[in-house]
């Protein structure tokens, strides 16, 4: 094997090996998403809604242990929508 072709499978071999490294190594904090007044949201059940972000900036919600990427809101309001025509 010439010598330039073996540097070269040597050199993309480590990147793949490097990327591959910080992909699987990776690991975002859980956030929280928030009320309009800062505090953490509760769903219907009490728990707290938590998203992650990817390597790639990606949000994502972890389901069943599946990623479900979706749009993440910066804030959720819970106070009740009242109708004033319902009377």
Request: aromatic share 16%; proline share 8%; with cysteine.
């Amino acid at each position: 094997m010439k010598k330039p072709n073996k540097i070269l499978i040597i050199v993309l071999v480590s990147c793949i090996a490097l990327f591959a490294v910080v992909f699987f190594l990776y690991d975002s904090p859980a956030k929280y998403v928030t009320k309009p007044d800062g505090s953490i949201y509760l769903d219907k059940n009490g728990e707290p809604r938590l998203y992650y972000t990817d390597l790639f900036g990606n949000k994502f919600y972890q389901d069943n242990g599946f990623r479900e990427y979706s749009a993440v809101p910066v804030w959720i309001d819970d106070t009740p929508v009242s109708n004033p025509d319902a009377n």
